[in-house]
């Protein structure tokens, strides 16, 4: 559509998108010669002048004008978010509608009261270089609806926030300063197609550019690099599209390798189009374990040789396409073990940065990550460029998302779904997906379109599958709503679904199904989560249509703010005064907002290895599930333990194939003595990488050997002190004393230090994970709570014999049915305190959150060493990750950075664990018999429980040091109503003991 005068009406409707827009193309660079450096591009970023207005109503209507003096506005950074920067009111939302309980709106109506325009301005005079040429401007990324003028003169109106918009400004620039004038609203009918789950900001928040093109220009190419039906040679195809002065011009191909050696060349006519093909090409080809890349150049030039453009395009040969219901990659059967992706920033929010991307790239390949779905829109063309260089697979999406104009509190009711049907809404939909094939197509990261997110399904969407289908056929379309309406179901190549048990994509797979399966979301990591992924991973060899998943998500959506008190802290929703929002719910990455890695990532790196070590006393399995590479490009190192000592370590290489398996053996030493060793063994990179140093581990394995250890109690004399209340015990450098009114431990000294503060408690709660919550676990199991804070003393039993006392105290507890829990204290001369806690199992309660001890210690008490599995937070279904060994933290450190304050810190399997002050004093809790599961941090459960923000925490007074003997796991199926699964869950009618010894460091 064209037009000379700007209209707001455009705004709610639905079939005004594009106004003097040039039709997408994609994203190659270009120069006017083969030496220089510098594109014909002019960088607009930066300091822009700006005014905000509430609603259309009180914005500067004629701001734009030539004559209209701006200097009285603000300034404002581009690219960058209103909202971040001081303007109008951060908000985030998931599924409903932004203005839901607000305004009653309905596609595609705009509010009139609460519609906030941005009005930018920018003054700038044009680049020598970029004189007397066509001369472009590109806005990569304006939300959600926006006007541009130059020099008074309308130029154009765009729409869709995730896709560049460009407008010809060759006729109305002039000589000296140029006045641009940008009209930005927050709200548009684009909005009813852009309600995903994220904070909804506005503004010009990706960069912003002029550019010139040459006398003769190429305006767009399409770069099909495939391979042959052997997989061995590659094949080509190039169209490209020419304007300008074409008469009498040649283009010229080059396809060269990495060191510039030439495989091919062609050249062609100068024509509106030009097309070249080759095939049997000797290349070597592209895939995220092997990302190679080669150079495509191409020459436009005049009839004396002279060349007028020259265009460096990177281009990755490899062949995507489904086989026998599989996708396959270069002919081999791939997993997706995936993510996925929403540019985040704390600061800036999806203003992000080369260096965010930069980090995030290099994160997910140490975490063997290999695949990004980019939800839900196209992201920054820069991280398509990292992917095809780093190596990693993207399912490239379209920014379209109508949650909540057809899915209300959980319930399908599409009675005003949109797009669906609605003939009004097609154009829209296709030009958004349009936008980004064109941008994206020659980039090989790309295996897969996605026509959205959570849309439903209808006749538009459809549209959208038919035109890449026909656009592309060397890649696949993915659509997760036809899980909704499978009339729809030929939309998508592939079964995609969210949140599935697995055993519901048992089922599926089970089924004789006609399409591959993917989880285009699973693993829901909301707080402490991502529990149970091994059930899922666990599928990818059962079952060969089983190809992966994409976790939910990857960061923390989470922004920095100054609260009441002066402190800079993280937020969720709500916390900026926003309604309607879905609070903490954005919280859901395997890394926080701040890009710090979570515990969570731990599990994720173990899981998602292409390559698995199985060791034994003798050497190690390995299992290489990579596609293409060998383990000749890493380094085998391996040890053996005891504890905390090295015995014996040792590197050699290996050279299993991929997509196979091998015994190696390796020499270790004799054992020396008896206890506990550990064989440990580490694939390392051999040499550096562009995302990680020589030495970085790919993946571990451990074998435990116990051998027979015959440590015998020691016995030395013991004063037993029988008071009327207490019963006191005194032995060489220690005393202690327990409390018929207390009922437990009152006092425990060594060398006249006492380290009990109040008596230790029994414990069976835990403080509720975000996915307890959503599973309403508080309401099943809050009986456990009370359990714990108010049981009753009913009877205490001391028993004597020679060299040691033991001291039994039994308790009611507010149960219903009633029942019974002991803790026995057995002292013995040689100052060690014998732990047992006892519950009697009893029918008819719910299942417990977790069964143990609460002990807490003078706050000055805070470094932890134990032996056990870290040296990240583990649970009993997150330990795959966790390697058992020695490890260390101080209290204040384990306190996991979730935004929403629960349980937190646990380690499994530990065999001991020591708590002491900055001066190496304080108590060791050594297991007698089972390892039991431990945590010491610098608040209760129950002071977490309480919280609902980390800050609300309160200072540290104490050290609380918990000792389980289990706590049910974390689950992450999803985080509103999925239970963990049974396995991981501890039931109330069976006897649960745990014994431990406590002493004296």
């Known amino acids: 559509m064209t037009a000379k005068e700007a209209k707001l009406s455009w705004l709610e409707d639905p079939e005004v998108f594009a106004v003097n827009r040039i039709p997408a193309h994609s994203d190659h660079t270009y120069f006017e010669k083969e030496t220089e450096e510098r594109p014909l591009r002019q960088c607009l970023n930066g300091s822009w002048l700006f005014s905000y207005a509430k609603n259309p109503s009180m914005r500067v209507e004629r701001f734009y004008e030539d004559s209209y003096d701006?200097?009285?506005?603000?300034?404002?950074?581009?690219?960058?978010?209103?909202?971040?920067?001081?303007?109008?009111?951060?908000?985030?939302?998931?599924?409903?509608?932004?203005?839901?309980?607000?305004?009653f709106?309905?596609?595609?109506?705009?509010?009139?009261?609460?519609?906030?325009?941005?009005?930018?301005?920018?003054?700038?005079?044009?680049?020598?270089?970029?004189?007397?040429?066509?001369?472009?401007?590109?806005?990569?990324?304006?939300?959600?609806?926006?006007?541009?003028?130059?020099?008074?003169?309308?130029?154009?109106?765009?729409?869709?926030?995730?896709?560049?918009?460009?407008?010809?400004?060759?006729?109305?620039?002039?000589?000296?300063?140029?006045?641009?004038?940008?009209?930005?609203?927050?709200?548009?009918?684009?909005?009813?197609?852009?309600?995903?789950?994220?904070?909804?900001?506005?503004?010009?928040?990706?960069?912003?550019?002029?550019?010139?093109?040459?006398?003769?220009?190429?305006?767009?190419?399409?770069?099909?690099?495939?391979?042959?039906?052997?997989?061995?040679?590659?094949?080509?195809?190039?169209?490209a599209e020419l304007i300008g002065d074409i008469d009498d011009v040649t283009i010229e191909a080059s396809l060269r390798d990495g060191d510039e050696k030439e495989i091919w060349n062609g050249n062609a006519?100068?024509?509106?189009?030009?097309?070249?093909?080759?095939s049997g090409l000797a290349v070597l080809p592209w895939s995220a374990e092997e990302p190679r890349l080669y150079r495509l150049y191409l020459y436009v030039k005049n009839e004396e040789g002279q060349i007028l453009e020259f265009i460096?395009?990177?281009?990755?040969?490899?062949?995507?396409?489904?086989?026998?219901?599989?996708?396959?990659?270069?002919?081999?059967?791939?997993?997706?073990?995936?993510?996925?992706?929403?540019?985040?920033?704390?600061?800036?929010?999806?203003?992000?940065?080369?260096?965010?991307?930069?980090?995030?790239?290099?994160?997910?390949?140490?975490?063997?990550?290999?695949?990004?779905?980019?939800?839900?829109?196209?992201?920054?063309t820069l991280w398509y460029e990292l992917c095809d260089e780093y190596g990693i697979y993207l399912i490239d999406e379209t920014n379209l998302e109508s949650h909540g104009s057809w899915?209300?509190?959980?319930?399908?009711?599409?009675?005003?779904?949109?797009?669906?049907?609605?003939?009004?809404?097609?154009?829209?939909?296709?030009?958004?997906?349009?936008?980004?094939?064109?941008?994206?197509?020659?980039?090989?990261?790309?295996?897969?379109?996605?026509?959205?997110?959570?849309?439903?399904?209808?006749?538009?969407?459809?549209?959208?599958?038919e035109y890449f289908h026909e656009k592309d056929d060397s890649r696949l379309v993915h659509y997760e709503g036809v899980f909704w309406n499978r009339k729809y179901d030929h939309i998508s190549d592939m079964e995609s679904r969210m949140y599935a048990k697995p055993a519901e994509i048992e089922e599926y797979l089970e089924n004789d199904p006609k399409k591959p399966y993917i989880s285009c979301e699973y693993m829901h990591s909301m707080g402490n989560s991502t529990g149970g992924m091994k059930l899922y991973t666990d599928l990818e060899k059962k079952y060969p249509l089983y190809q992966g998943g994409f976790i939910w998500d990857y960061i923390d959506q989470s922004l920095y703010r100054v609260n009441e008190l002066g402190e800079r802290v993280l937020t969720y929703g709500g916390d900026h005064d926003e309604r309607a929002t879905d609070y903490e719910f954005c919280g859901n990455g395997i890394v926080y907002a701040d890009r710090k890695a979570s515990p969570k990532a731990q599990e994720v790196k173990a899981l998602y290895a292409d390559i698995k070590l199985e060791p034994d006393e003798k050497g190690v399995k390995i299992i290489n599930d990579s596609l293409f590479v060998s383990t000749g490009r890493y380094v085998l190192a391996y040890r053996l333990l005891k504890e905390d000592r090295c015995?014996?370590?040792?590197?050699?290489?290996?050279?299993?194939?991929?997509?196979?398996?091998?015994?190696?053996?390796?020499?270790?030493?004799?054992?020396?003595?008896?206890?506990?060793?550990?064989?440990?063994?580490?694939?390392?990179?051999?040499?550096?990488?562009?995302?990680?140093?020589?030495?970085?581990?790919?993946?571990?394995?451990?074998?435990v050997k116990k051998t027979a250890d015959n440590t015998e109690e020691k016995t030395c004399p013991l004063e037993i002190i029988r008071g009327d209340v207490n019963?006191?015990?005194?032995?060489?450098?220690?005393?202690?004393?327990?409390?018929?009114?207390?009922?437990?431990?009152?006092?425990?000294?060594?060398?006249?230090?006492?380290?009990?503060?109040?008596?230790?408690?029994?414990?069976?709660?835990?403080?509720?994970?975000?996915?307890?919550?959503?599973?309403?676990?508080?309401?099943?199991?809050?009986?456990?709570?009370?359990?714990?804070?108010?049981?009753?003393?009913?009877?205490?039993?001391?028993?004597?014999?020679?060299?040691?006392?033991?001291?039994?105290?039994?308790?009611?507890?507010?149960?219903v049915p009633q029942t019974k829990a002991y803790v026995s204290y057995r002292v013995t001369g040689d100052g060690k305190i014998h732990v047992h806690a006892l519950y009697k199992g009893t029918d008819g309660l719910p299942e417990m959150p977790a069964f143990g001890m609460d002990m807490k210690l003078k706050a000055r008490y805070d470094r932890v060493r134990y032996y056990g599995r870290g040296p990240e937070e583990n649970y009993l279904d997150r330990r795959e990750g966790a390697r058992l060994g020695v490890h260390s933290y101080q209290a204040a450190d384990n306190l996991s950075a979730?935004?929403?304050?629960?349980?937190?810190?646990?380690?499994?399997?530990?065999?001991?664990?020591?708590?002491?002050?900055?001066?190496?004093?304080?108590?060791?809790?050594?297991?007698?018999?089972?390892?039991?599961?431990?945590?010491?941090?610098?608040?209760?459960?129950?002071?977490?429980?309480?919280?609902?923000?980390?800050?609300?925490l309160p200072k540290a007074h104490y050290s609380w040091v918990r000792i389980l003997e289990s706590q049910m796991g974390v689950g992450g199926d999803d985080s509103w109503g999925a239970p963990v699964h049974e396995e991981y869950r501890l039931s109330s009618d069976i006897d649960r003991n745990i014994k431990f010894t406590i002493q004296k460091v």
């Open 70 to 103: 701006c200097s009285g506005f603000d300034t404002i950074q581009v690219p960058g978010h209103l909202e971040t920067q001081g303007y109008g009111r951060n908000q985030y939302i998931n599924t409903m509608y932004p203005w839901d309980g607000e305004e």
């Open 105 to 239: 709106l309905r596609p595609p109506m705009v509010s009139k009261r609460n519609n906030p325009v941005g009005s930018y301005v920018k003054y700038f005079t044009l680049e020598e270089q970029m004189k007397g040429k066509r001369t472009f401007i590109s806005f990569q990324g304006v939300e959600t609806a926006f006007y541009v003028w130059l020099n008074g003169t309308f130029i154009g109106y765009s729409e869709d926030s995730f896709t560049p918009a460009e407008f010809e400004l060759t006729e109305t620039l002039r000589e000296g300063e140029n006045k641009l004038a940008v009209e930005v609203y927050k709200r548009s009918s684009a909005s009813w197609l852009e309600d995903q789950d994220f904070f909804r900001f506005s503004g010009i928040f990706r960069d912003v550019f002029l550019y010139s093109i040459p006398r003769v220009h190429v305006r767009d190419i399409f770069v099909k690099a495939g391979l042959t039906d052997s997989y061995q040679e590659g094949t080509l195809e190039i169209r």
């Open 269 to 278: 006519e100068g024509k509106e189009e030009v097309f070249f093909k080759a």
């Open 312 to 380: 460096p395009q990177k281009v990755g040969f490899r062949r995507f396409e489904m086989k026998d219901r599989i996708m396959c990659l270069n002919g081999k059967r791939i997993l997706f073990k995936g993510v996925n992706r929403h540019e985040f920033d704390p600061v800036r929010g999806r203003a992000i940065t080369r260096e965010d991307m930069l980090w995030d790239i290099r994160f997910m390949k140490q975490h063997n990550i290999n695949a990004v779905r980019t939800s839900h829109y196209p992201n920054q």
């Open 407 to 465: 899915q209300k509190l959980g319930e399908v009711e599409p009675s005003w779904n949109v797009p669906g049907d609605r003939p009004e809404w097609k154009a829209a939909v296709l030009d958004r997906a349009s936008s980004m094939f064109e941008r994206d197509k020659n980039h090989p990261s790309v295996l897969i379109w996605s026509c959205g997110n959570e849309s439903y399904a209808g006749t538009d969407i459809e549209a959208m599958s």
């Open 647 to 703: 015995l014996y370590e040792a590197e050699t290489e290996t050279d299993v194939a991929p997509e196979s398996e091998a015994y190696v053996n390796l020499t270790y030493p004799e054992l020396p003595g008896t206890g506990e060793f550990i064989y440990e063994v580490s694939l390392r990179l051999k040499e550096d990488t562009l995302w990680a140093k020589a030495g970085h581990e790919i993946s571990f394995g451990q074998y």
């Open 727 to 815: 019963i006191g015990v005194r032995g060489r450098g220690f005393t202690a004393m327990f409390s018929k009114a207390e009922g437990g431990i009152a006092s425990l000294c060594y060398d006249g230090v006492e380290y009990i503060t109040r008596t230790p408690k029994l414990t069976f709660w835990r403080a509720l994970t975000d996915n307890d919550r959503g599973a309403k676990t508080g309401f099943d199991a809050a009986q456990w709570m009370t359990a714990g804070l108010f049981y009753k003393l009913t009877d205490v039993d001391v028993q004597e014999q020679k060299d040691q006392v033991c001291v039994t105290f039994e308790y009611l507890l507010p149960t």
């Open 898 to 952: 979730y935004l929403f304050p629960q349980e937190c810190g646990n380690r499994m399997d530990v065999r001991w664990v020591e708590v002491t002050d900055a001066d190496g004093q304080g108590l060791r809790f050594e297991t007698e018999g089972v390892p039991f599961e431990n945590s010491v941090l610098p608040c209760s459960a129950y002071e977490l429980e309480a919280a609902t923000h980390r800050e609300e």
